[in-house]
Nanobody, 125 residues
């Protein structure tokens, strides 16, 4: 069992940066792939980034490539999402997730077993 709690959201101007943090509990946390999804008002939940437990490779959604970086610290049971050059279209609730997705399914939210409650990010123009 893994529990996730996000923090670090807030209001920022376009072009600014934020770092989201996700605190995880559970002794098997390091065995899970971890990621971030987001959901904007009136839109479906969408994949942002994932860091796979097997090999540590990262994958990003095209809209955030080159601007967002996902990382983890297994010793501290933490996951991070560093967001730079933020745009108004990045405004959403951001969710930390953990699971064991196969490569072909890393963008499918239904694959992830564990979700945090979310943290709001608002980017003003």
């Amino acid at each position: 069992q893994v529990q996730l709690i996000e923090s670090g959201g807030g209001l920022v101007q376009a072009g600014g940066s934020l770092r989201l943090s996700c605190a995880a509990s559970g002794s098997t946390f390091s065995s899970y792939s971890v990621g971030w999804f987001r959901q904007a008002p009136g839109k479906e939940r969408e994949f942002v980034a994932v860091l796979r437990s097997n090999g540590g490779r990262t994958y990003y959604a095209d809209p955030v490539k080159g601007r967002f970086t996902i990382s983890r610290d297994n010793a501290k049971n933490m996951v991070y999402l560093q967001m730079s050059n933020l745009k108004p279209e990045d405004t959403a609730v951001y969710y930390c997730v953990a699971g064991r997705p196969i490569l072909l399914a890393i963008r499918d939210p239904s694959i992830y077993n564990y979700w945090g409650p979310g943290t709001q990010v608002a980017v003003s123009s």
